[in-house]
């Protein structure tokens, strides 16, 4: 493809772009009518884009399209570095490459426009995949097939069983790491699933989405997919991580612990972030160099893992809020709860409306967790005379667990015991880095 | 106070730290028996930290406490500013200073520890706070009284009316501005409320908290209140905010819209952040200045408010997991839901599992709205089948509305009428700023 002229643009459009004596590659400021003004290098059109728009790259990365007609004047104020769309230096592909099973999932990264509605619809097979990002070849030998094909909004607790199922299976297979291809909206869902149902991974096991779909100028699929390859294939991880944007800049795919990670955006690249503790490593789309930063699960040579991949859905996740109605706990029990995770606030707290309900729950003998909807920080029920009562009615707080990752993990140890005691047990117990350790020797004054 | 010498220790720990050669302002270095390293500036001991433990302000500005048996080395590494605490120049308190009401409902800042179980208990009376803190005299005339003493876990949305009421009462009496101290848990809840209940202010409303208690040396609530006082005083804004820490410095208070806020981790000075969009304002603690950085609301002259304090809290926060069961939302609307905010995921999904729930919800009449779990970025049910499904169901999506907020705007609505399409139709009106409108020239690519 070649890097400059004005491809992709017809019509006033081009006669425009080319009486401001504009190229692709040229950063341009663009005055609407509205006098509002934006700066940013102009990209070529992609035949997906709407014919009406300059499609021009921000400073923050992001891609705009801009209507034509709503333009006032279009000026060339400088010449950025051309986009470019090779290949980065690659080794010809060998039958030494390591081998990464590809699992595809559904969502958007495996997405089409669905002409009929206009919306995105999950499509594209696990070939197709590997044959619209051509880069992979030159990563890994990469065997790819669709396991499912579902919107993550859709996707079940007993999906992550066939899920972690069918990645053992591919790890036992011997491939040197693996990929799964999800949508986005319940990616971390997913991650903390695998987390616990694969232990004693030999292998690293990537999550990867797209949140926008390849068939946009502005799709993120390819790159997340190239980094999750490359992040499974050479990593020196035996972890569950997904691997997403870094950042807007375009330079790093990041793999967050499969525990520890949120998506904190509806729609940026850069959705999904590490809560409270480092991300394991992230691949460099520039270099292809790749840089760790745990040290904690390094690949293993027995290729043997534990897999225990079975969830009971019987657990509900409840924020609580000013004004909550306790009786939401009170029904949780009455239709099947067999655990709760309260979403409190602050240091972990509910108010003292919800005791009884709550006492209620415990004498049931369905247990109650507390997470807080702050995010970021542990709940300390020590600190305040409402955690006191909390923990003295018996609920059970968990560090820095965060919520989504606790619903989960109660979803998984509720598949193992039904005995309170032993659910408790295994609540508290670390099983694949989804608390962080208090430092020892410091306490906050 | 004397800003050397080693105030506050005994014993042997004072006699290790002597014969280290630190002095209260030394930056040491401790090793600790883990073979831990910590670094950071000697602090005071105060009464009421353990008298075990050794001070730090680490640069982070966090202040922490080492237990002195834990300790393998203590070195002096270097002398940094002393710590002072004299208060800043400061005029002579005169009448022409600005008339400010402080009112107080409780929470950490108006709290002391509870001897008897040890835990924070709401207990300084307001004329205390104002007693503790004599730097406020010099900001503003102070006027402080106690309109309830509650956690602010307990707080109800019929204390908001009751608030409200008072807020709109002091205002009509004259002051030049208000101060709310309240619990941090559900500050960011109670000022959404006042946000929607108080209209057409005339002066600026702040709220204001403490994440660590007047009796910790890292207490944030003197300078947290200095600066609500002063923005409150001073601020040209006409509008609710919440007044805390900026970041982990002690530079900054800043005031956060009341609507845009969230409490965003359980013990961080710097815990409210705003969520996409500008903070209304900051103070800076050093020079007593002043910096606007919106300049929608300005002070107006007319004294009259529009005020609208009642809350129906029928209103149910519901948050959307994979799992989830979808008889939740039968149960709430069972149980008197006259309005629903789901959270879903990503740009505004539930799964498909839910629609017919929502169908059953729409037909009681109950209305049913959306906002994304992911906190930052905008619901758009336009891209994908399920949000168009959920559209095509009658499932109104809020924009980049954060959940908390809609709940309270929904509880608000409730208030003034039980017609669902004016309940839509007020939802999606602007009233305090809770949406931020999309760049009418820019779409996403």
């Not at 060998?94 to 990464?100: E, Y």
């Not at 696990?126 to 890994?140: H, I, M």
């Amino acid at each position: 493809m070649s890097a400059s002229g004005l491809e992709g643009y017809h019509g006033e459009i081009l006669r425009r772009l080319k009486s401001a004596n504009a190229e692709i590659g040229s950063i341009i400021r663009i005055t609407a009518k509205s006098r509002e003004v934006l700066e940013g290098t102009l990209f070529p059109r992609s035949e997906y884009t709407d014919p009406n728009h300059i499609v021009l790259k921000l400073k923050n990365g992001y891609n705009i399209g801009i209507h034509y007609e709503k333009t006032e004047k279009i000026e060339v104020i400088g010449e950025g570095p051309k986009p470019h769309f090779t290949k980065p230096p690659s080794p010809p592909k060998s039958p030494g490459l390591p081998r990464v099973a590809i699992i595809s999932t559904g969502g958007t990264i495996a997405s089409r426009v669905d002409y009929r509605t206009g919306a995105v619809q999950p499509a594209l097979t696990a070939a197709d995949l590997a044959s619209v990002v051509p880069e992979l070849a030159s990563v890994a030998e990469v065997e790819a097939h669709i396991l499912f094909s579902e919107l993550s909004e859709n996707v079940t607790p007993a999906q992550w069983t066939t899920l972690a199922e069918d990645v053992a299976k591919r790890i036992g297979g011997g491939v040197d790491g693996v990929v799964v291809s999800q949508g986005t909206d319940t990616m971390h869902y997913t991650s903390a699933a695998l987390s616990f149902a694969l232990q004693d991974l030999p292998v690293p096991v990537m999550l990867v989405g797209a949140q926008r779909s390849s068939d946009r100028p502005s799709s993120d699929a390819a790159s997340n997919l190239t980094g999750a390859v490359a992040l499974a294939a050479r990593a020196d991880l035996a972890a569950v991580g997904v691997a997403m944007h870094q950042d807007m800049s375009d330079r790093y795919i990041v793999a967050h612990r499969g525990t520890r990670v949120r998506k904190c955006h509806t729609s940026r690249r850069d959705a999904f972030k590490s809560i409270g503790s480092n991300s394991l490593a992230r691949y460099d789309l520039q270099t292809g160099q790749i840089e760790q930063f745990e040290d904690s699960t390094r690949r293993r040579n027995p290729r043997k893992l534990i897999v225990e991949p079975h969830f009971d859905h019987h657990a509900y996740l409840l924020k609580f809020h000013p004004g909550f109605n306790p009786e939401i706990i009170t029904s949780a029990v009455s239709s099947g709860a067999r655990g709760l995770v309260l979403e409190g606030t602050g240091l972990g707290h509910v108010s003292k409306y919800c005791y009884d309900a709550i006492k209620k729950a415990l004498k049931e003998e369905v247990p109650v967790f507390m997470t807080s909807q702050t995010i970021w920080g542990r709940v300390d029920m020590n600190v305040y005379v409402t955690g006191r009562d909390l923990l003295n009615i018996g609920v059970t707080p968990l560090e820095d667990m965060i919520s989504e990752t606790a619903l989960v993990k109660l979803m998984w140890v509720l598949g193992k015991t039904r005995s309170p005691e032993r659910i408790r047990e295994l609540m508290l117990q670390i099983v694949a880095g989804e608390t962080t350790e208090r430092s020892p020797i410091m306490e906050a004054v």
